[in-house]
C-alpha cells in the first residue's frame, strides 16, 4: 500500500455515514496507472453502479490496510447529496502549493477539500446537484452519480473540514469551466419569468409535445433518461422545458412533474443544508437557467406552429452545444466501462493461469496409487486423472 489511510478523525462525520466505501487498487493498463476499484467484501472487483459492492466506512478501511489495495474511495450515487470536484495538475507536490486557477475553485466552493494520492490533484467536496451539461474539461471534472472519488484525508489547510451546500457556486463553476463562455453569449439578455402560467395543464403538454423538440419532451415525459448521464440530468431536462411553457410557474411545473414518469420520491426528500427539498432545488435551478419563456401572444406571429421554443438561433445552438457535451460523456464513460472490463478479463486471465499450475503442481506431487481390491480407482485418483 502506497497511499496514507486517512482515519474517521480526519474525515466529515456525514461521508463516513454513508456505506458507499470501496477500496481501490493502482494497476498499469498499457502506459497508464488505472485506479481499479475494489470490492473491501470480497476482494473481487467493484462497480460503482452495484451497491452490493460497497461498504461502511470501518469495513473498507481495514481491509485497504491489507496489501490486496492500496486505498479507499467514495461512491458518488443520485440518491446522496454529494458532488465531487477533481482538479488534476494542480498542485506541486514538492511545495505544496496550489496553482492560481485551482486555487480561486477551492476558494469559491469553501469545502472540505484533500489532496489527491497522487500529491499532484485536489478534491473538493460539497453537497449539491451539477447542471445540465457535460462533467469534463480539460484538468477540471464534477461528478455526483456512478462515480468514485479517492479520498486520502490529507486535509487542505486553510479549507473547512466540513462538507457544505454550494449548488450556486457549482452552477459558477461549471459555467465557467465545462459550458464554457460561448454558452454565455448565448444568452446576453434574459427574459423574466412571466409569472403564473397561461396554459392549461394539458395544453401545455400537448404544445411541448408538438413542438420542434417535442420528440425529446415525450421521451421525458414518459419516464426515459436515454442520452443522459443520470436520472438527476434527465430531471432537470424535462423541468427546463416545462419552465419555458409555464413561463416560469414553479406551481405548475411542480404538478405536471409529478405527474411524469421521471417522478420518484427522491422529489420531496430534503438535500441541502438549507432545508430545501431535492425537488425545490431542481425547480429553482431550471427557472434559474432558462432564458426565454413562452408567452401565447408569439404563438399565432412569431413562431410557426410546432416550433415553440426554438425560434432562436441561439437556443439551437445552445441545445446542440449541450447534446454534443452530453454525447462526449457517454462516449468517455463508454471507454471506462470497456477498459474496466478489460482489466477485469486480464485479471481473471491471471487467476485462472496461477490455479492450472497450482493443479498440475499437485499432479505432479501426487504419488500413484494402487487400485483398491475391487479392482476400482480411488477418489484421489480420479480427481488428478
Known amino acids: 500500500m502506497t497511499t496514507p489511510l486517512p482515519t474517521a478523525d480526519t474525515l466529515p462525520e456525514s461521508l463516513r455515514e454513508y456505506d458507499q466505501w470501496i477500496c481501490w487498487r493502482s494497476e498499469t493498463r498499457g502506459d497508464a496507472q488505472t485506479k481499479v476499484p475494489i470490492n473491501p467484501s470480497t476482494g473481487h472487483f467493484a462497480s460503482t453502479t452495484d451497491p452490493a459492492t460497497w461498504t461502511a466506512f470501518d469495513i473498507a478501511h481495514q481491509f485497504a490496510r491489507t496489501d490486496e489495495a492500496d486505498g479507499i474511495g ?29 486555487q480561486a475553485i477551492i476558494d469559491a466552493l469553501a469545502s472540505y477539500t484533500e489532496v489527491s494520492p497522487s500529491g499532484t490533484g485536489v478534491h473538493v467536496l460539497v453537497h449539491g446537484s451539477l447542471p445540465e451539461g457535460g462533467n469534463r474539461s480539460g484538468d477540471v471534472e464534477l461528478y455526483e452519480a456512478a462515480r468514485f472519488f479517492t479520498v486520502t484525508g490529507a486535509h487542505v489547510q486553510g479549507t473547512p473540514d466540513t462538507i457544505n451546500e454550494r449548488t ?98 427522491k422529489w420531496d426528500e430534503v438535500h441541502f443544508a438549507d432545508g430545501s427539498t431535492y425537488g425545490e432545488k431542481t425547480l429553482e435551478r431550471a427557472i434559474a437557467g432558462t432564458s426565454d419563456f413562452y408567452t401565447p401572444s408569439r404563438s ?77 480407482e480411488s477418489i484421489w485418483t480420479r480427481l488428478f486423472r
Request: aromatic share 6%; net charge negative; with cysteine.
Open 74 to 102: 467514495f461512491v458518488f450515487t443520485e440518491e446522496d447529496p454529494f458532488v465531487g470536484v477533481d482538479l488534476d495538475h494542480c498542485r506541486v507536490a514538492e511545495t505544496e502549493t496550489i496553482h492560481v486557477w485551482a
Open 168 to 265: 450556486d457556486e457549482l452552477r459558477a463553476v461549471h459555467r465557467e469551466h465545462i459550458g464554457g463562455p460561448a454558452e454565455e453569449e448565448a444568452t446576453p439578455t434574459p427574459q423574466q419569468p412571466s409569472g403564473p402560467s397561461e396554459l392549461a395543464d394539458e395544453d401545455l403538454i400537448e404544445r411541448a409535445q408538438q413542438a420542434a423538440n417535442g420528440q425529446k419532451f415525450t421521451g421525458l415525459w414518459s419516464g426515459s433518461t436515454a442520452g443522459y448521464d443520470s436520472h438527476s440530468e434527465a430531471d432537470m431536462a424535462l423541468n427546463s422545458m416545462l419552465a419555458f411553457w409555464s413561463g416560469g410557474d414553479a406551481t405548475q411545473m411542480d404538478r405536471l412533474f409529478r405527474d411524469s414518469g421521471l417522478y420518484r420520491s
Open 300 to 376: 399565432a406571429s412569431a413562431e410557426p406552429e410546432g416550433s415553440a421554443g426554438e425560434n432562436s438561433q441561439a437556443e439551437l445552438i445552445k441545445g446542440l452545444q449541450q447534446e454534443l457535451n452530453q454525447l462526449s460523456q457517454t462516449l468517455t464513460d463508454r471507454r471506462e466501462t470497456i477498459e474496466s472490463l478489460v482489466a477485469e478479463v486480464q485479471s481473471l486471465e491471471e487467476t485462472n493461469a496461477e490455479l492450472r499450475d497450482e493443479l498440475e503442481t499437485a499432479r505432479a506431487a501426487t504419488p500413484e496409487e494402487p487400485e483398491s481390491a475391487d479392482g476400482s
